[in-house]
């Protein structure tokens, strides 16, 4: 059965659901712990509340505690994404990117990310005249540039130059501003090569952001390809310290790049460690927990993934995944949190159904993520579900009796590389320095 509201309810009702569960979020033990403090296997999910129909058909979800607005992306009628903002509850809706320079609805705009303070946030947009469709949407990004808009949507700057080259498209993706508000991460494709990924070949890049308000700008930008693959990469983003980024990619040589694992550059680009070992598993879409502890991410570790076409180029058409906890570091075993895809599971969603992009909130027990359901003809529909965590079993819980298996096989015929958790070696001038 589905436990989650269908959303049929006024939005005052849904703001009272949600707010009720923000107010119930588990509070710091006597000893200052909280549920992210806890070793893994101690983390259960607590409660679930499906935000309303306003944030239906994001892709991906950024949530500022500072100003306590919700930036995502959805479709127009016209079938174009463009950036909203709304508060938690669903009401002052806007489309924010409306208002830039050349402002128009059949190009897409997406991926956006709030600055710590909520005073600005960057975000893609495709650039005017380009003629594709399918390969600009946010999160693939070709013909696409970064954009940083203030906090109001009154003033835009871009801060990339991407030509619509249609010999060798290239393009950007997944923008994240550090917590200092002074560094710019992302991914974009090469326009170099193409490769076994629909995303084409792709890198990560990093570059200096400086903003004061009257003017923004991006220098000292840094391209840069760890691996023997080269080929798919996906940036998610800092760590609450600034001192870490996270991305996916499939580094190992003949590694498919639906089999992406978890990587993570630390102490400002002194170390790569990889945090999963399961080149034959999706892993992707992590975020830190708020004080920088926990990682969680969507993964279809345990599931059987039956593509429907060589090189998984529709894999939103086969794919499933879930909820998993790990330590930052990746040295203890992570957990399951999430039994969406289970029949007869208190979380299952009667169809098939993947994890996408996801954010903390202003609670540090609660996460939003954006949930995928397959609708008619293999297609998704995607809502945004909060998910509330804490101590020990409840009855949102539904715990899992079945046998545990280990989401860390390795693809036969990979080189030898690094466990989860260790320090993983790294051509010289692989790796940013910042």
């Not at 990924?197 to 391209?223: C, D, F, H, V």
């Not at 429907?308 to 075993?333: P, Q, R, Y």
Request: include cysteine.
């Amino acid at each position: 059965m589905n436990t989650f509201p269908r959303n049929k309810l006024p939005l005052s009702l849904i703001a009272l659901a949600m707010g009720a569960a923000l107010m119930a979020a588990p509070k710091p033990q006597g000893n200052g712990t909280s549920v992210m403090d806890l070793p893994n296997e101690d983390i259960y999910v607590h409660g679930l509340v499906e935000l309303g129909d306003t944030f239906n058909g994001a892709l991906t979800i950024d949530w500022s505690e500072e100003n306590n607005r919700i930036l995502f992306e959805r479709r127009g009628l016209n079938q174009y994404y463009n950036v909203y903002s709304a508060t938690p509850d669903g009401f002052r809706l806007t489309a924010v990117t409306l208002n830039m320079p050349d402002a128009s609805t059949s190009r897409h705009c997406g991926n956006p990310n709030w600055a710590e303070d909520g005073q600005f946030f960057v975000f893609t947009a495709q650039n005017a005249g380009s003629g594709l469709f399918n390969q600009t949407i946010p999160g693939f990004g070709l013909h696409c540039n970064i954009w940083l808009g203030n906090k109001d949507s009154s003033i835009f700057w871009q801060l990339t130059k991407v030509p619509t080259d249609t010999r060798r498209p290239k393009g950007v993706a997944m923008p994240h501003v550090s917590p200092d508000k002074k560094r710019l991460f992302w991914c974009g494709n090469t326009g170099r090569i193409e490769t076994k990924s629909p995303w084409r070949q792709r890198a990560l890049y990093m570059g200096k952001l400086s903003y004061n308000g009257a003017k923004a700008e991006l220098t000292g930008i840094q391209e840069f390809m760890p691996g023997e693959s080269q080929d798919f990469y996906e940036s998610y983003g800092f760590s609450p310290s600034g001192d870490s980024i996270l991305f996916s990619g499939n580094l190992d040589a003949k590694q498919p790049w639906y089999g992406m694992d978890l990587y993570v550059i630390e102490n400002k680009g002194k170390q790569l460690r990889r945090l999963t070992n399961s080149p034959i598993a999706w892993d992707r879409f992590p975020i830190y927990s708020k004080n920088g502890k926990k990682i969680i991410w969507s993964s279809s570790q345990g599931m059987r993934i039956h593509y429907f076409d060589a090189g998984a180029k529709n894999w939103h058409k086969s794919l499933s995944t879930e909820l998993w906890i790990m330590d930052a570091d990746g040295s203890t075993e992570p957990k399951r949190l999430t039994f969406f895809n289970r029949r007869g599971h208190a979380h299952f969603q009667g169809k098939r159904c993947f994890i996408g992009g996801m954010t903390s909130t202003p609670s540090p027990s609660i996460i939003a993520i954006t949930l995928r359901v397959e609708d008619r003809l293999f297609d998704v529909k995607s809502r945004v579900i909060l998910i509330k965590l804490g101590e020990g079993e409840s009855s949102n819980s539904g715990s899992d009796t079945r046998k545990k298996k280990s989401g860390r096989a390795r693809l036969k015929g990979s080189r030898a590389s690094a466990k989860p958790g260790e320090v993983e070696a790294a051509p010289k001038g692989d790796l940013p320095v910042w």
